[in-house]
């Protein structure tokens, strides 16, 4: 299994300003996605990371908002842009590989702002 | 299009009793079916899979799941619920054949096991 670790784990931010997500995965992995999460309610996937190519978004979802890099196989950020309080959720970082079949989590960053 | 249903908000079991969380998946091709639980501010964690083979499967903390074609369901099981089982649980399908294809996750399921 892949362990995944994430950060900051939370933060609470200012109106109009960016954050950016890290995401560190302990192997190589083929998929990585990124998901906005409200408490106790399902996952909604905003983009899958590809690595050394512009991230492919979900419906709703813009690059311009929220910018994803993935510079190799282990390691991608989200960053959420501009941001306003509807932004607050929590936003988790996941990852898959072909073989294993499933995907595994980050702890999640839980996003305020204000 | 991928889609799963998860039937019950929130399941209420009693310590020691046999809990079951429902799950209904609709999928093309011929799916992979997974279960997560998710605890108090972390991530999921992964519980279990289905992906070819024997109907049941079993995963981590003596969980389980049955796979059943016909009704295309994949329920959650365990014979003895602890206190400490519970959380929020969710079921997510992949379609077997489309190894681009992301995960859906269904719209979760609250169990609470009372003492």
């Known amino acids: 299994s892949a362990v995944i670790s994430q950060k900051p784990s939370r933060d609470i931010c200012q109106r109009g300003t960016s954050l950016t997500i890290q995401c560190q995965v302990d192997?190589?992995?083929?998929?990585m996605f990124w998901y906005r999460q409200q408490p106790g309610q399902s996952l909604t996937l905003i983009a899958t990371?590809?690595?050394?190519?512009?991230?492919?978004?979900e419906s709703g979802f813009v690059i311009d908002k929220f910018p994803i890099s993935r510079p190799n196989l282990t390691f991608s950020t989200l960053t959420v842009s501009n941001m306003s309080p509807e932004d607050s959720s929590i936003y988790l970082c996941s990852a898959a590989d072909m073989g294993a079949r499933e995907a595994f989590f980050g702890q999640g960053t839980r996003l305020t702002v204000v | 299009a991928q889609s799963v249903a998860q039937p019950e908000d929130q399941v209420n079991v009693a310590e020691g009793n046999p809990l079951t969380v429902k799950c209904t998946y609709s999928v093309s091709g011929n799916p992979y079916l997974f279960w997560y639980v998710q605890y108090p501010n972390r991530g999921l964690q992964f519980l279990l899979k289905?992906?070819?083979?024997?109907?049941l499967v079993k995963g981590s903390y003596g969980f389980e799941a049955e796979f059943n074609k016909s009704q295309t369901s994949f329920h959650l099981k365990k014979p003895s619920a602890l206190v400490s089982d519970s959380a929020l649980y969710f079921c997510a399908v992949r379609d077997r054949g489309n190894y681009g294809q992301n995960f859906v996750f269904g719209p979760g399921t609250r169990l609470s096991v009372l003492p």
């Open positions: 289905y992906i070819t083979g024997d109907n």
């Open positions: 192997s190589q992995v083929t998929m």
């Open positions: 990371a590809n690595q050394g190519s512009e991230a492919t978004y």
